[in-house]
T-cell receptor, first 119, second 113 residues
Framework: GAVVSQHPSWVICKSGTSVKIECRSL??????MFWYRQFPKQSLMLMAT?????????EQGVEKDKFLINHASLTLSTLTVTSAHPEDSSFYIC???????????????FGPGTRLTVL | GENVEQHPSTLSVQEGDSAVIKCTYS??????FPWYKQELGKRPQLIID?????GEKKDQRIAVTLNKTAKHFSLHITETQPEDSAVYFC????????????FGDGTTLTVKP
């Protein structure tokens, strides 16, 4: 399957600081990337859809000024959690979709996730 | 929007037995239904998927069935092994929605040796 990487795998930061998480598709060009948030023992909650070269589409209830998404190239999307607070602590996972790859045009390949802990 | 419900939330079986996880969806336009396996602290991995023009698909010990009329699909794992223990998520998406998927809440499967 396709390979998607995320960096960092975990980060601990102080309240009020900003944290940037990178999502890269390593062996294919991802026209669309998705950012999810996952709380312990819960499902994947879609935060936003990131399309290369255009503004991200945020899901209802997700603050776009809080969670800044940039998809500057076909292989890289970044999520910046601005002015992080303890309630932002979570597991953030990205996924990438490349329409000509995989068993379906809708197949998503997930990154390994980033564990964010805000003190 | 789409709503996906998944049952049961937890499932415990004896090694060698079969496991069945069921999902229902609400949007009749959904046409792609993947299943993901997520081990603790790791990424979700696609294990099998099915499109709406197919009723059943099998890959070794794993099979998925789809009933479009009733809007439900199921994951079947036969001859379960301890390494099948994980959280399983179903999802639904449609071509017209740029690949955006709606996920079920997950099923924690425990296979007892």
């Amino acid at each position: 399957g396709a390979v998607v990487s995320q960096h960092p795998s975990w980060v601990i930061c102080k309240s009020g600081t900003s944290v940037k998480i990178e999502c890269r598709s390593l062996d294919f060009q991802a026209t669309t990337m998705f950012w999810y948030r996952q709380f312990p023992k819960q499902s994947l909650m879609l935060m936003a859809t990131s399309n290369e070269g255009s503004k991200a589409t945020y899901e209802q209830g997700v603050e776009k000024d809080k969670f800044l998404i940039n998809h500057a190239s076909l292989t890289l999307s970044t999520l910046t959690v601005t002015s992080a607070h303890p309630e932002d602590s979570s597991f953030y996972i990205c996924s990438a979709r490349e329409p000509n790859r995989g068993p379906s045009t809708d197949t998503q390949y997930f990154g390994p996730g980033t564990r964010l802990t805000v003190l | 929007g789409e709503n996906v419900e998944q049952h049961p939330s937890t499932l415990s079986v004896q090694e060698g037995d079969s496991a069945v996880i069921k999902c229902t969806y609400s949007d009749s336009a959904s046409n792609y239904f993947p299943w993901y396996k997520q081990e603790l602290g790791k990424r979700p991995q696609l294990i099998i998927d099915i499109r709406s023009n197919v009723g059943e698909k099998k890959d070794q010990r794993i099979a998925v069935t789809l009933n479009k009329t009733a809007k439900h699909f199921s994951l079947h794992i036969t001859e379960t092994q301890p390494e099948d223990s994980a959280v399983y998520f179903c999802a639904a998406s449609k071509d017209t929605n740029a690949g955006k998927s709606t996920f079920g809440d997950g099923t924690t499967l425990t296979v007892k040796p």
